[in-house]
């Protein structure tokens, strides 16, 4: 709502001087009256100026009030923008960390159950190895490793032995003789049967 008050110029003070001129002419209550009412004019016309300055300073503070709101609201819109676009990014960091971290449970699963698996496999090919072990221990006990010259030359000799107690007639030596050269062969041979 807007009211201006203008008066024109020096209205006041004309109605006022010309009040006092006839106040001065007129004696006894009608000029008290005159003066007072040359002073309410005076004193209207302070308060209508005082008033049309304040109505103007209130005016230009309005003005500057709604430019300050609309500018408040412009940044409040930016900023609500502002805030849902950051709401869309975290949930979108929030869904990749939370796909991320199911994948890598199940990764961690699935090493874990590797882990459990060889763990398992490690323990039995422990117990085979002590068992193999274990066996070649009790194999070492009754067998022993010879070169193959060795058994061939043992077997020269079983041979020669052998010769040797046929022309004496021993022939209980000789049988005794021929067995060990046979078992020497039979070495040799399973021998040559594992390389082949």
Request: glycine letters at 6%; charged letters at 20%.
């Amino acid at each position: 709502m807007s009211a201006t008050v203008t008066l024109p110029p020096n209205s006041s003070s004309e109605t006022t001087d010309f009040l006092r001129r006839m106040a001065s002419m007129v004696s006894g209550r009608n000029g008290e009256m005159l003066l007072r009412a040359a002073s309410l004019i005076e004193s209207l016309t302070q308060r209508a100026m005082s008033a049309e300055r304040l109505y103007h300073q209130q005016q230009v503070e309005s003005t500057r009030n709604a430019e300050l709101r609309l500018a408040a609201e412009l940044a409040s819109d930016a900023m609500v923008g502002q805030i849902e676009l950051l709401r869309a990014q975290l949930a979108e960091v929030t869904a990749a960390a939370a796909a991320e971290r199911a994948a890598f449970d199940a990764e961690r699963g699935k090493l874990i159950g590797l882990m459990q698996n060889a763990e398992s496999h490690i323990g039995k090919l422990t117990t085979e190895l002590d068992s193999l072990r274990a066996s070649i221990d009790s194999f070492n006990e009754t067998f022993v490793s010879v070169p193959i010259e060795v058994l061939q030359l043992a077997r020269t000799q079983f041979d020669h032995l052998s010769s040797g107690f046929a022309r004496r007639g021993d022939v209980i030596s000789q049988a005794m003789s021929e067995i060990g050269g046979f078992a020497i062969d039979q070495a040799l041979t399973a021998k040559k049967t594992d390389a082949a």
